[in-house]
């Protein structure tokens, strides 16, 4: 099995008014493709700058970081967008839904940047829609839709692209316990399904225990990884 993300002594500093504060202190990390894991920690712990970091949405100040086997440190801002859009999808607490948008063209947005033709976005984004289980939600705008539902829109805008791992920061941040759970049932199946790697942060213990491996941050360091 290969690696999806390879990290080697990482830090990420921030500089804030004159003041260094360093979020990520030096990480050592591989996950593999096809792999289910759960990030989790306290409020500043570093867990989102991380998940930063693993989405191509910064860069480390220092050590190796390496997605697909690619060092991002060599790569310039076009070719970074490129490897993000090519190999990771992403899912947000706050779903990051077009208002105006029907939920088959908010799935089909990330194929727009690849330059594929409308008919194609459309019928993708259909396929999509299908199988996370919202056939039936083609046209509805996201108004139209339950929270639960909105989070199925956008798990499958993450894997319309067919991606090798999907990131999902505080997926079930914003629902109750029950639609919580469904997501969680339906991003475990897609892993199943279909191997997708799935990398979840969260601050929830229960939630993080549905992975098959939980790394715990503390202070920007790893406190502890069950596949240690």
Do not use: W
């Not at 990482?10 to 979020?23: D, F, I, K, N």
């Not at 199988?131 to 805008?157: D, F, K």
Request: aromatic share 4%; glycine share 10%; charged share 25%.
């Amino acid at each position: 099995m290969s690696a999806a993300f390879e990290a080697a002594a990482v830090t990420r500093t921030y500089r804030l008014e004159g003041v260094e504060v360093p979020a990520v202190r030096g990480i050592d990390l591989r996950i593999e493709e096809g792999e289910f894991v759960s990030i989790v920690g306290p409020s500043g712990s570093g867990k989102s700058t991380l998940m930063h970091l693993l989405g191509c949405l910064d860069r480390p100040t220092g050590g190796t970081l390496r997605i697909g086997g690619k060092d991002v440190a060599k790569l310039s801002p076009n070719e970074l967008a490129e490897l993000r859009n090519s190999t990771i999808g992403f899912v947000f607490q706050s779903f990051h839904l077009l208002g105006r948008t029907s939920a088959r063209d908010n799935v089909a947005l990330p194929l727009v940047y690849r330059g594929m033709g409308r008919a194609e976005r459309r019928r993708r984004a259909t396929v999509a829609l299908e199988t996370v289980g919202l056939a039936h939600r083609l046209g509805h705008r996201p108004g139209q839709l339950s929270g639960g539902e909105q989070q199925r829109v956008a798990i499958a805008r993450a894997l319309v692209g067919d991606p090798r791992v999907v990131l999902a920061d505080e997926p079930t941040g914003n629902l109750d316990t029950r639609t919580g759970h469904e997501v969680m049932d339906l991003l475990t199946r897609l892993n199943e399904a279909q191997g997708v790697a799935v990398v979840l942060v969260t601050h929830d213990s229960e939630v993080a225990e549905r992975a098959r491996r939980q790394i715990r941050i503390r202070d920007g360091l790893i406190e502890s990884d069950s596949a240690a």
